[in-house]
């Protein structure tokens, strides 16, 4: 079976992250890390650290980068009275589901479909956190599963328009597709101090089983608590550590990937995007998005279980007649564009 359904990796780790693997020495799990004595978390948060520019302190680490986005909407929804959190109508669905475990209010904002994208309407937006008055705004940059992303332009509006006493938690899972200048997010983490960027290992440096995500922090007392909170104080699993830490360094590697996958949206783009009835969505994710006829549903199901692969047909409301494939390697691309051509033509 062919996994196209979840966003995951359908390529090898760079060089450098195997012979990590292979040269890592097992007796260094025997011991605790010692850089907690010198005031830090892990070798991991330090190199963060040096690679964005960013005091240490504001680093945050944990299991996979939903782990952080839980940790963050559980502290700051249990501190005070206000337990609201803003997310996208059409959003990954585990976010539905972790305000509720404190007791929190889950509401919604919208996304508009335009010609050929998604978009989030910032000055509604604004309009909705001034009303609404949310604990927490959360922001999908790119979002799952519409693909669009807010430029650095956007980004910054967006800090400026959200009221201090409102988290705003940018989850940029995705967001190293988009672009390699990082900047804003130490020119940011240092003007606001309401602010959370979380990120993975999980999609663009393709390492989702090694379950390790990671953060930036505004500075305040308060995310200085939600730090304590947060972070390990006997450090973090060594493997892991020294294979993100690779993965970091293997840019070149995972950027030629990403040529890949650029391939693919430009090939479903062009192939399927002039059929009757079909809708190719720009993305700036390891995904596309496709609106196809409804009446083909059953049929493109069909053909895709035939074949031994697995794309994610969309059910939720208002997006039921669309699916999201992950983009993979060439020839798994090729072949799915064919088979939805298939029964097009058939």
Not at 71 to 93: Q, V, Y
Request: aromatic fraction near 14%; charge should be negative.
């Amino acid at each position: 079976m062919i996994y196209l359904d979840r966003n995951e990796f359908n390529f090898e780790p760079s060089s450098l992250v195997k012979e990590t693997f292979r040269n890592f020495d097992i007796n260094t799990l025997c011991f605790y890390t010692r850089i907690y004595d010198q005031g830090k978390k892990s070798i991991l948060s330090v190199y963060l650290s040096e690679l964005y520019g960013i005091d240490e302190r504001q680093v945050i680490l944990g299991y996979g980068a939903e782990d952080l986005l839980k940790m963050a909407i559980h502290f700051f929804l249990t501190e005070g009275d206000n337990r609201t959190i803003l997310i996208p109508k059409f959003s990954w669905w585990y976010y539905k589901s972790i305000a509720s475990e404190v007791n929190g209010v889950t509401d919604f904002y919208p996304l508009y479909e335009t010609e050929d994208s998604f978009r989030y309407d910032l000055d509604e937006l604004e309009q909705i956190v001034k009303e609404k008055r949310p604990r927490i705004l959360l922001i999908a940059s790119p979002n799952n599963p519409t693909g669009n992303g807010l430029t650095m332009e956007e980004t910054k509006r967006l800090m400026d328009m959200v009221p201090e006493e409102t988290l705003l938690l940018m989850d940029e899972a995705y967001a190293s597709f988009v672009n390699t200048d990082t900047s804003y997010i130490k020119e940011l983490t240092e003007i606001h101090p309401n602010v959370i960027f979380c990120r993975t290992f999980s999609k663009f440096y393709g390492l989702p089983g090694l379950r390790m995500g990671f953060g930036f922090t505004g500075k305040s007392e308060l995310m200085e608590r939600f730090g304590r909170y947060a972070n390990k104080y006997l450090g973090y699993d060594r493997l892991s550590e020294e294979l993100g830490i690779a993965a970091l360094k293997s840019d070149d590697h995972y950027r030629a990937i990403g040529q890949v996958m650029q391939e693919a949206r430009e090939m479903y783009t062009r192939e399927l995007g002039a059929l009757e009835g079909f809708k190719v969505y720009k993305s700036v994710a390891n995904f596309i998005l496709i609106k196809y006829p409804i009446a083909l549903k059953e049929r493109l199901q069909e053909e895709f279980k035939g074949m031994s692969y697995k794309v994610k047909f969309m059910d939720e409301p208002d997006i039921n007649s669309h699916m999201r494939i992950t983009l993979g390697q060439r020839e798994q691309n090729r072949k799915v564009c064919d088979a939805i051509l298939k029964v097009v033509h058939s």
